[in-house]
Each structure stands twice: as C-alpha cells, then as structure tokens.
C-alpha cells in the first residue's frame, strides 16, 4: 500500500496511472473540442467537460504531491547511471511543474471576465477576474503549447520506461506497475513495511 | 505674417498627425478619449435572441459641413483584438482564427468614398471597409443626432449608423448557423472640432 525504499505503494502506483489517464484524455479532449462546429453536439458539452475533469485533476495532484512527501521515495535502481538518475529526476519535476502551470493558465483563460468554473455543474470555482491585459489570449496562448511541451515530455517519459523495461531489462517500469521483485528484495520489503 | 502662420498651421498639422496618426485635416476628431463613441455589434444567437459586443479601441475622424453634406468624409479605425462581447471565452475564440484573426489582421479600417443625403436627415455613407483582410464596397445607413457647442468651449457633432455585413464576405470561417450568417455594426460617433 505504502512506498518503501524499493518499491511505489499501490496509493502512489494509483495516483500515477490515474493522473496520466486524465491527462492525455484532458489533451485529447482539449484538442478535439477547439475545432468543434457551433451546432456540433459536443460544442458546449466538452469545454464544461474539460473544465470540470480539468479542476479534479487539479485536486488529485494536489493530494498527490502530499501524499508524495509523506512517502518515502523508492530509490534509483543500482543499474542506473548517474545521467539516467539525474535525467529521470529533472523530467519527473519538470512534468509536475508543466502539469500545474497547464491547470493554472486553464483557468486564467475561464476566470478573465470574473465568471467562475463550473464542475460538473455542481460547483464553482470562483474567478478572480484578468490580472493582465487580454489575460484569456495570453493565458490561453501558454496553455496550448505547455500542453504540447507535456504530452511530448510524457512521451518522453514513456519510451524512457519502455527503453528500461524491454532494452535494459530492468524493474523501472515493473516498479510502477506495481510488480514485485521476486528475489531478496521481498524480504527487505517486508521488513520495512511493518 | 500670415505666411508664417501658415506654415505654423502646416508644422502643427505634420506635429499633430505625427502623434495621432489618425488624424488628417479633418474637421472633427472622434471622441474616443471621453468615450462618446462606440462601435458595437449584434449578431443572432440560433435565432431565438441577438448578441451583442463592441470594439473597445478605435480612432478616427470626419469632417462635415450640413451646408454641403456630399463633401463630408469619414474615416474609422478598429483594433480587432479589443473585442468584447463580456464574455472572455468568447471573446477569445473571436479573437481567433475561426473569427477575426487578430494576430494577423490587427485593425480594421471604414474608409468613406461617398456620403449623399436623403430624407429626414438621414446620411447615406457609401465607403470600403477593410476586416479580415478583405475590402468590400458597403453601406452604412446614418442619420445626424445633432450638433453644436459643448459647455467647455468646444464644439461636437454627433451621428449613429448601421450596417449588416455578411461573415463569408469576409472569409470568416466560422459557420454559425442559418440565422446567423450577417452581423450588424451599429456606430454611434460623436466627433470634437478640431
């Protein structure tokens, strides 16, 4: 359930598959509705949509990065070189910092004339109105293409595991799919799990 | 000496237009500074209702004598990007390519070729508007709404016009619907004498 110096906990492995999940369906959502015609029958329903997945999100990373420093963080597989560590560490924050300046800039563009975000037409987020000038376009230019700079950076994110899994044959991406190491680490696990 | 005050007409005149580039020799300049013009639209929403906005930013000037009305010109520019419809995701599609481009079309321009006068004192002004990079012959349909000395010395002269422009006449993409494909301009002018 918990992390532990060799292994994500199933929480954590959850909250990883669940936030990629919603991302790349936020970006393909997002990138099917702008191009929507006025009396297509998504016109209207996949921007509230994309707001209101959009604003969980936003909760989920939230508890995410709390639940992130609450954990222990497993530690780099001894395989893996110093580079591959330090590059593996800067995607990783990298990919955290673009994903919230996505939310952020998303609701910029919604909130610049004051009106909140309605989710999932149960509540609303209240705006705060434009802090710059034309803020919607500005917010809204910086959005499209952090999203872009993300979905590459994931893909990049991704092959990396690939690269470990089937190349390097080892356990970085066994690790987040929440399979186990079937050797002496099991013991060790089990120690410090209790 | 009064050929120095000509010249010291002409220096001024260069000076002025030098500064406000909308600016000829004409005998009015529009109020914009104290907002006594706008330049809105409306257009219909599926049918059932219109929606309105305006043009937030826009300079110009004419120049008009009621003794010789078909002497009478007029001159407008828009900043397409200051649309505003109160609605910043809305104004922001406008803002884009589906609509009024703005990254590339920045202004649109009214440029008056005849004005002749009909009866009860309306105006017919006869000019080439330029929108969306397109030029077109139209026809707004004015009346004068009066004119003369304002309490602080100077003198105004006011008039209101509309006219309906069709979105394809422009190449505007965006298809809105079967009761929705013209806009309507509505400018209401009030002009200072310079």
Do not use: C
Request: proline share 2%; hydrophobic share 40%; charged share 20%.
């Amino acid at each position: 359930m918990y992390n532990t110096r060799i292994h994500y906990g199933y929480i954590s492995i959850f909250f990883h598959w669940l936030a990629a999940a919603t991302i790349i369906a936020l970006f393909a959502l997002g990138y099917y509705m702008v191009d929507l015609t006025y009396y297509h029958q998504w016109y209207k329903t996949a921007p509230e949509l994309h707001k209101s997945i959009g604003f969980l999100l936003f909760i989920l990373m939230i508890v995410r990065v709390v639940w992130r420093h609450k954990q222990l963080t497993p530690e780099h597989l001894t395989s893996h070189s110093s580079l591959e560590r330090k590059m593996g560490k800067l995607t990783h924050s990298v990919l955290y910092l673009l994903i919230f300046l996505i939310m952020i800039t998303g609701y910029l563009i919604s909130t610049a004339d004051d009106r909140g975000i309605e989710v999932f037409e149960l509540f609303t987020v209240p705006g705060f109105g434009s802090f710059i000038e034309n803020q919607e376009d500005v917010a809204g230019l910086i959005h499209q293409w952090l999203a872009y700079t993300l979905i590459l950076l994931a893909s990049l994110h991704a092959i990396a595991a690939l690269k470990h899994h089937f190349i390097d044959k080892d356990n970085t991406l066994n690790r987040m799919i929440g399979r186990r190491q079937k050797n002496l680490n099991q013991a060790k696990d089990k120690m410090e799990n209790t | 000496m009064k050929n120095m005050m000509t010249k010291l007409a002409t220096a001024s005149l260069i000076t002025g237009a030098m500064l406000m580039p909308t600016v000829n020799a004409a005998d009015y300049v529009i109020d914009n500074k104290g907002a006594h013009a706008s330049i809105n639209f409306k257009i219909k929403h599926l049918g059932y209702s219109w929606l309105t906005g305006r043009f937030d930013k826009f300079g110009g000037n004419f120049s008009y004598d009621p003794a010789n009305v078909s002497a009478s010109k007029i001159e407008v520019n828009i900043d397409t990007s200051s649309v505003n419809s109160n609605h910043a995701e809305r104004d922001k599609h406008l803002r884009g390519d589906d609509f009024l481009d703005v990254n590339t079309f920045a202004n649109a321009k009214f440029v008056s070729t005849s004005i002749t006068e009909k009866a009860g004192g309306k105006l017919a002004v006869s000019g080439v508007l330029t929108l969306h990079g397109v030029s077109k012959n139209i026809v707004i349909d004015a009346e004068t709404i009066g004119e003369g000395k304002d309490p602080w010395g100077g003198y105004r002269a006011g008039f209101s016009g509309t006219t309906s422009i069709a979105l394809t006449d422009y190449a505007i993409k965006m298809n809105l619907g079967p009761a929705s494909t013209h806009v309507q301009l509505e400018l209401h002018i009030e002009g200072k004498k310079q």
